[in-house]
């Protein structure tokens, strides 16, 4: 992943949630360092047979928290978030500079995902999709929400939509591309009514 998406996601979250200094370190791992840091935890687990399996995870943690200061010191140097205190805890908050680096990330991403609008055809079986993107995942969230209502599915909750829709090949493949497949569910509804996991 590229620096400015890290970026990016940090600035987002501080914008839109309240972070206190501890906090927002442990929602970066989660979040990860990119997408890699779940690609490390994967690479460690697999190598928990080995005996200095713990001391591999210990130094993991210990890089990706060096790029963590790192970052965060760049961010606050460059005047794009800044430490504020209420009582005795420090929180971060995104300054003018950085919601305006904020809004140019927002729109060169949008301007990176792909089309939000793929050939419709009617099929005759309802289809649901639900979904559950974090909210680091925002932009692309939003991107899905999107195609679906362009797609002809209607909304019957927030994350749920419903529609007699062909889904499209293409929208599968940018699903994957976007690394999204595992927050998406597809069903199909057969004649019986029962569900049919189709992704």
């Known amino acids: 992943m ?12 501080i914008e839109h949630f309240t972070f206190g200094v501890v906090d927002l370190f442990g929602t970066f791992l989660d979040a990860g360092y990119g997408a890699s840091y779940g690609k490390i935890q994967y690479q460690s687990l697999k190598q928990r047979k080995d005996k200095d ?10 890089k990706a928290k ?15 978030i800044k430490e504020s205190a209420k009582g005795d805890k420090k929180f971060f908050i995104i300054t003018k500079k950085g919601k ?9 991403n949008k301007k990176m995902l792909p089309k939000i609008f793929y050939q419709k055809e009617k099929g005759d079986k309802f289809i649901i999709i639900a979904f559950d993107v974090p909210e680091t995942e925002r932009i692309k969230r939003d991107w899905l929400r999107e195609v679906i209502k362009n797609l002809g599915f209607k ?3 927030k994350s749920v939509w419903i529609g007699k829709i ?16 595992d927050f998406v569910e597809i069903f199909e509804i057969s004649k019986i009514g029962s569900l049919k996991h189709i992704t």
């Open 2 to 13: 590229r620096k400015g998406d890290i970026i990016l996601k940090i600035l987002d979250a």
């Open 53 to 62: 399996w713990v001391s591999k995870e210990v130094e993991l943690k210990r």
């Open 66 to 80: 060096q790029r963590y200061h790192s970052l965060i010191y760049k961010l606050k140097k460059d005047n794009l």
């Open 100 to 108: 305006d680096k904020l809004s140019l990330l927002i729109k060169r």
């Open 155 to 157: 909304m019957i909750q």
């Open 166 to 181: 062909k889904i499209p090949k293409e929208f599968l493949n940018d699903l994957l591309k976007l690394k999204l497949v």
